[in-house]
């Protein structure tokens, strides 16, 4: 059963950096492709990064190209979110999900809030 | 970017009653949609993957239809625990994968 375990969200201060991880088990981690998902109350969710299953492709979307980035050691089953210069709209609850088939997305976790504030 | 919009934003039933979704996109997605169930406190769940198959393990009272650019989530008899709220997302044209607005299933 796969089981997905967001950690590493928490308060930052604007312009600071935060690492998300996203700890698997329950699959062949290293079969996977994944993707980083946000969603937050005004904007619902919004698809930001997605990562190959042997890491070869990245693909972000437009608002955190440059800013953050997606990586993953499958000697650890976990996946990474670098988030840097971050900025008062990245405050949303993160969630990371496996990819069933290019773009479908299958989510077992709980998410982790980011809230960025001075 | 395609853009996804879902309606009604909220749908207000009882139990026992049918429930019909609606996702359109602004272009065709041919049928590279999704539908995702979320309540309150959890990450979404997968329903329905490339527009009318359902996931392991939902239920049969949920089906999909359409393709291009109109899209059905049919709930076919409500039960309790099936008041959430619904998104579609595609993946026809990436990146970005898109998401609708949501659709909130309430108990009326």
């Known amino acids: 059963q796969l089981q997905l375990v967001e950690s590493g969200g928490g308060v930052v201060q604007p312009g600071r950096s935060l690492r998300l991880s996203c700890a698997a088990s329950g699959i062949t981690f290293r079969a996977s492709g994944f993707h980083w998902v946000r969603q937050t109350p005004g904007k619902g969710l919004e698809w930001l990064a997605f990562?190959?299953?042997?890491?070869?492709?990245?693909y972000y979307a437009d608002s955190v190209k440059g800013r953050f980035t997606i990586s993953r050691d499958d000697s650890r089953n976990t996946l990474y979110l670098q988030m840097d210069s971050l900025g008062d709209e990245d405050t949303a609850i993160y969630y990371c999900a496996r990819d069933l088939q290019v773009g479908t997305l299958d989510y077992r976790g709980q998410g982790t809030l980011v809230t960025v504030s001075s | 970017e395609i853009v996804l919009t879902q309606s009604p934003a909220t749908l207000s039933l009882s139990p026992g009653e049918r429930a019909i979704l609606s996702c359109r996109a602004s272009?065709?997605?041919?049928?590279?949609l999704a539908w995702y169930q979320q309540k309150p406190g959890q990450a979404p769940r997968l329903l329905i993957y490339d527009a009318s198959n359902r996931a392991t393990g939902i239920p049969a009272r949920f089906s999909g239809s359409g393709s291009g650019t109109d899209f059905t989530l049919t709930i076919s008899s409500l039960e309790p625990e099936d008041f959430a709220v619904y998104y579609c997302?595609?993946?026809?044209?990436?990146?970005?994968?898109?998401f609708g607005g949501g659709t909130k299933v309430e108990i009326k």
């Open positions: 990562i190959w299953y042997d890491g070869s492709k990245r």
């Open positions: 272009q065709s997605v041919r049928n590279d």
């Open positions: 997302q595609q993946r026809s044209n990436w990146p970005p994968f898109t």
